[in-house]
């Protein structure tokens, strides 16, 4: 069965500093990789995913991510965060092929980014 | 419409009472799925349907919950003898099938008192 476990609850950061999220993930079957972040009373928005090919995935906002399947690792980087990027970001796993509407999420991480 | 609609945005409701949660999905996607965000949690699947039919309801909690889509659009969310413990935002997001990508709503805040 697959599952996503987000290490960090919480991530305070300042402005202009880098920013890492982390997200670990077990699953039987291929993996396709989701980070989407919410907005204080928004609905949820894609950032970024990996369905398959380069590892590396470049999303929207500045953000990225590295799929690592040694490490089931699936964390996400910005070099430079902006006042604008507070918000909880959501690691999640497709639970069923390549589809990416059944989904199952990580707890969520808080970033904070302060001035 | 241009996005996923859910209606309404904040529903407070009495324990025991019985509520309708709705979803207008992105016009032309033929799949649509639930989920539910408890305070402090990531959303939990509840539902998916393909076209009509219910093809996976695997993550309804319990027979209080039900869900239909009459005309494989519009699909509307049902609690019967709502509980405190239902309180949460409830997210529905819709795709154009297969491995496409989906979009989801804002969500309808259901507070039971």
């Known amino acids: 069965a697959q599952s996503v476990t987000q290490l960090d609850s919480q991530v305070p950061v300042f402005e202009e500093a880098p920013v890492e999220l982390r997200c670990n993930y077990s699953?039987?079957?291929?993996?396709?990789l989701f980070w989407y972040v919410q907005y204080p009373n928004q609905g949820l928005q894609l950032l970024l995913k990996?369905?398959?090919?380069?590892?590396l995935v470049k999303g929207i906002n500045g953000f990225e991510a590295e799929f690592n399947k040694s490490q089931t690792s699936f964390h996400l980087r910005k070099p430079s965060v902006h006042i604008s990027d507070t918000a909880e970001y959501f690691c999640?796993?497709?639970?069923?092929?390549?589809?990416?509407?059944?989904?199952?999420f990580g707890k969520g991480t808080k970033l904070s980014v302060k001035p | 419409g241009a996005g996923v609609s859910q209606t309404p945005s904040n529903k407070v409701t009495e324990k025991g009472k019985y509520v309708e949660l709705r979803c207008d999905p992105i016009s032309g996607h033929t799949a649509l799925y639930w989920y539910r965000q408890s305070l402090g949690q990531g959303p939990e699947f509840l539902i998916y349907?393909?076209?009509?039919?219910?093809?996976?309801d695997s993550g309804l909690p319990n027979d209080r919950f039900f869900a239909v889509r009459p005309e494989g659009s519009v699909s509307t969310l049902k609690i019967q003898r709502t509980e405190r413990g239902d309180s949460a935002v409830y997210l529905c997001a819709s795709s154009a099938g297969g491995n496409t990508e989906a979009f989801f709503g804002q969500g309808t805040r259901l507070t039971v008192v």
């Open positions: 349907f393909q076209g009509t039919g219910a093809a996976d």
């Open positions: 990996y369905l398959s090919g380069s590892t």
């Open positions: 999640a796993v497709s639970s069923r092929g390549g589809s990416q509407g059944n989904l199952i």
């Open positions: 699953s039987s079957v291929s993996v396709y």
